[in-house]
Each structure stands twice: as structure tokens, then as C-alpha cells.
């Protein structure tokens, strides 16, 4: 076997990047990469965040995740163009597409990362890997780094070195380097709070991490610790995932823009976000055991409650009244922000064991699904309850796509 | 050539072939008025895909207003709505 060859593909500034190809092909003069620009939220009501910026926004000390009102304190003529999902799924569908000519075995690790495979690949990595990033550069029109090395974490941290459009080399010789030298908080897997802990030992470099014995980061951060050990000296031995994991929870949640302060009105989207998690649960052909319920008050202090059923379900009306019922138990009647409900203890829908006193639900099963099927024909809008008439209160809630589902980053790589 | 991305009315021929031919074409000029330019000649034509995002692009030649003029078309293929890029 020859030895492992992995490359990590990292689109540059991806949703800014998406955005600014496909208005150039729509006949905008401006390349929103070559002035100060970010997409995210709403520029009429001055709310949102930012989710990603151009290279000249840096420059301003723009960051992602703030708010869009302080990123224009900082820079007031700075262009904000809001976001488009559908697209970018299309420009990462086409991104995988390209990949694909290049090796069968490819991880989407994310909308806008993959690892790629390329072990038993003939050419030269030097060769393959500019092959690569010139083809998306010329057939999608946008650019990208990418990462090669001998396993995945090397690949990614190797992508991450100096953008845009490079290649870059993180081979375990070149560790000491390369990696060695930067910050411990760069590290894969290192977070802030880890970072803190980190530095009040002494350790402000990836190499004095990677120097530490392996017993005494074990005595000390136990088994993450010992896994970014493991990463400092470049160990990592996952595979590229052909197939994405085992789905193990579905949810959905929503900041509501009022503060709500009645039952009807919450139990109106408890039902709204019952309709969005057991259609995609329903889509996944799977049935879940457990309902949790998760809520935020206008204090931001949140709370939770959760049941075990006895019947997995997929049905909606079964998921909202459990939902209902969880809600009534722990609510103490103060003004809410935020709703989220999940399905987790998934099982497949093709056989499951029955219960002797379960309620005959066949019909509803078929009610289900075809109003799925409606939705999946003509739209999500197409057919709702009469509550929402007039309501203000959408009739499905959750999600920022809502025709499909796309890949989310995982701290797994 | 300018750059202009104006929406189009366009006849075309879908033929065989994978790409439809644009055949002629009416846009609104400055003075509203309605105009319809006969499509004479198609010098290239090239898919492109920029981000995903696929368009057939058309260069091409016709007589407007007595004087031989270069243009290119878009068609959109996800929207199926025909644009004039270039002028």
C-alpha cells in the first residue's frame, strides 16, 4: 500500500467568495472580494450578524459573529449583501462535483470544507493539488487553499497557513517548522477556555504542547487533553469518510423577534417547530424515542425538561402534543425569546417493536406523508394549519434552509 | 463592449442539440419603446458554471440600426431566463 496522501479543501471566505462570483456572472461591476464587504444579515432593519467578510473588511478589524450595526461602526461605507443558502449549497454541490474527478474517496466535512483521498492517486501531490484549485478557480470562479499532508488534521491545519488561493505542505518532517511555532489556541480542537488553561501552565505554543509528556497531560486534561497532545505532535488516524456519521438527534430552534408571553401563542410555535423536526425526521426514515423541549426567558436564563416515550414516533401531531405537554409542566408564565425542540434515541421506521395499548395511528402515518409529499411538490408553504392564518407566527419554524439539508461541521474530524 | 445583464424576451429554438439557439430577441430601450433585434449570427458559445451556477453565454453578431453590432446573451439555465450580458 502506498503511504497515505490526504488534501484538505478550504474554500476562501466561502459565503463572501459564493456571493461575489455569482454577481459578477450577474453582470456586477464591483468584485465584492476587492472592498470592504461582508454578508449577513438584514441591511434595512440593521440586524444580524456577520457571517463572513471580504479580505479588505479584515483590514478594519472586522470580525465573524458580530453584530452588523458595530461592523458598520467600524467601517460606515462597508457594502453588506445578504445571504443566499441555496446558492452556496449549489457552489459547494458543484466544488464536490469537480473533486470527484480526482478521487472517489472524499469527506464533505462541511458546506465549505472537504478532505479528499488521494492515496492511490498516480501523479505527484505538487501537480494534483494546483490542478485542483486552478480548475475551481477557473470553472466556479472562486479560489481555495488547500491543506496536503499525510493525515486529515495535518491537511486542515495545513490549509489554514496563509490565504487565499495556496497550497500548502504540512508533511510530519515539517512539523517542527511549520506547526510548531504558532499559537497553541490555532490548534485544532483548542477553544478558548482550553486556551486560558493552557497558558497558565506556560505552554504558548503548539511545540510546548507537543514537548509535554504524554502522562502528565493525561494526569492533568485527561482524554481531551491526551487528544490534543495527540494532535500537537500530528497523530490522527480517522479515515476520509465516504459516508456521512450516523444522524443521532433532529432539532430545530427559533429566536422569536417578540417576547412571548402567552400559552397559545407558544404553544403556536412549539406546533410550528413540531411540523419542521418530525418532517425531517420523517425524511430521514427514522422514529424517536425522546422529546426535549428547551427554553430561553427574556433573561436569557434557559431550561429544559425531556420525555421518554413509550412508542418511538414520527408523527406530528404526536410530537406536538408531547412538546405541549412538556412546555405546560415547566413554563412559569414570564415573557420567552427562544424555543427549541429536538428528537433524539433515533430508530429506523421500518420495524420497531409495538406496544399492546398503542393508539391506531395509520391514518395520521398516511396524513403525514402526504402533506410531506405536497410540501416536497409545491413548497413548504403550500398546504399549513388554519392557526397560522393571520398569526404572524410562521406555519414552520427552524432552519435556515428549508428545501435541503446540508452538511454541518462536527468537532470530529 | 459594456457590460448591461438586462433582462430579455427572447424566441429561441431548442434543437436537438444541448444548447437552445437564440433566434431573436425584444428588450425596452432608453425611450421605453420596445425593441426586437433579429439574432444573425452565433460566433461561440460556452457553458459556464461560476459558483455553481450554470449559464450557456452567446457571442454574438447583428445588424442594429445599419451598423454591424457584437453582443453577448446569457441564458440561465436554473431560471430559464435570458438575459443580454454584453453590448
Same mark, same amino acid.
Given at each position: 500500500m502506498s503511504s497515505p496522501l490526504i488534501f484538505h479543501i478550504d474554500v476562501n471566505s466561502a459565503y463572501l467568495s459564493w456571493e461575489a462570483a455569482y454577481r459578477l456572472q450577474h453582470g456586477e461591476e464591483i468584485d465584492l472580494r476587492d472592498v470592504p464587504s461582508i454578508v449577513g444579515g438584514n441591511r434595512e432593519k440593521r440586524h444580524g450578524i456577520v457571517l463572513a467578510k471580504s479580505i479588505p473588511a479584515k483590514d478594519y478589524n472586522i470580525l465573524t459573529g458580530e453584530?452588523?450595526?458595530s461592523a458598520l461602526q467600524k467601517c460606515p461605507h462597508l457594502r453588506v449583501v445578504p445571504p443566499n443558502y441555496e446558492r452556496y449549497i449549489d457552489a459547494s454541490d458543484a466544488m464536490i462535483h469537480i473533486l470527484r474527478e480526482f478521487s472517489p474517496n472524499?469527506?464533505?466535512?462541511s458546506i465549505d470544507e472537504a478532505f479528499l483521498d488521494y492515496s492511490y492517486g498516480d501523479k505527484h501531490w505538487i501537480d494534483i493539488s494546483y490542478e485542483i484549485k486552478e480548475r475551481i478557480k477557473a470553472d466556479l470562479g472562486f479560489t481555495v487553499n488547500i491543506g496536503v499532508s499525510s493525515n486529515k488534521l495535518l491537511a486542515k491545519m495545513a490549509s489554514d497557513f496563509k490565504k487565499p488561493d495556496m497550497v500548502h505542505s504540512l508533511f510530519p518532517y515539517e512539523l517542527q517548522d511549520k506547526m510548531w511555532p504558532l499559537p497553541v489556541s490555532e490548534l485544532f480542537m483548542v477553544g478558548p477556555k482550553t486556551t486560558v488553561k493552557l497558558h497558565s501552565r506556560g505552554i504558548f505554543t503548539i511545540g510546548d504542547l507537543a514537548a509535554l509528556s504524554k502522562d502528565y497531560i493525561y494526569s492533568w486534561l485527561k482524554k481531551p487533553g491526551l487528544l490534543i497532545w495527540e494532535y500537537a505532535n500530528g497523530i490522527d488516524s480517522s479515515n476520509v469518510r465516504n459516508n456521512p456519521?450516523? &444522524?443521532?438527534?433532529v432539532g430545530n430552534s427559533t429566536t422569536t423577534s417578540f417576547d412571548v408571553d402567552n400559552q397559545r401563542e407558544a404553544h403556536m410555535i412549539l406546533l410550528a417547530l413540531s411540523e419542521k423536526v418530525s418532517m425531517r425526521i420523517r425524511a430521514i426514515n427514522q422514529c424517536a424515542?425522546?422529546?426535549s423541549l428547551n427554553i430561553k426567558n427574556y433573561n436569557?436564563?434557559?431550561y429544559s425538561r425531556q420525555v421518554k416515550l413509550n %412508542?418511538?414516533?414520527?408523527?406530528? %401531531?404526536?410530537v406536538y402534543r408531547t412538546a405541549k405537554r412538556l412546555f405546560d409542566e415547566m413554563w412559569q408564565e414570564e415573557p420567552l425569546r427562544r424555543f427549541s425542540l429536538s428528537l433524539s434515541e433515533l430508530i429506523s421506521n421500518d420495524y420497531y417493536q409495538l406496544n399492546f395499548f398503542e393508539e391506531d395511528d395509520s391514518k395520521e402515518k398516511l396524513l403525514d406523508n402526504a402533506i410531506d409529499n405536497i410540501r416536497k411538490s409545491f413548497g413548504h408553504k403550500s398546504v399549513f394549519r388554519s392557526c397560522f392564518l393571520y398569526s404572524g407566527i410562521d406555519p414552520l419554524i427552524g432552519g435556515v434552509i428549508m428545501e435541503e439539508e446540508y452538511p454541518m461541521m462536527s468537532s470530529q474530524i | 463592449m459594456k457590460v448591461l445583464m438586462k433582462p430579455i424576451e427572447m424566441i429561441a429554438w431548442f434543437s436537438k442539440d444541448k444548447y437552445p439557439i437564440p433566434l431573436r430577441y425584444r428588450i425596452v430601450d432608453e425611450n421605453m419603446e420596445n425593441k426586437v433585434i433579429k439574432v444573425d449570427k452565433?460566433?461561440?458559445?460556452?457553458?459556464?458554471k461560476i459558483a455553481g451556477n450554470r449559464m450557456i453565454l452567446y457571442r454574438c453578431e447583428?445588424? &442594429?440600426e445599419n451598423t454591424q453590432r457584437i453582443f453577448e446573451l446569457k441564458y440561465e439555465i436554473s431560471t430559464c431566463k435570458w438575459f443580454l450580458f454584453k453590448i
Open positions: 453584530t452588523i450595526h472524499i469527506q464533505r466535512y456519521l450516523p &444522524i443521532k438527534s424515542y425522546v422529546v436569557f436564563f434557559s %412508542n418511538p414516533t414520527d408523527s406530528t %401531531n404526536f | 452565433i460566433l461561440f458559445k460556452e457553458e459556464e447583428s445588424i &442594429i
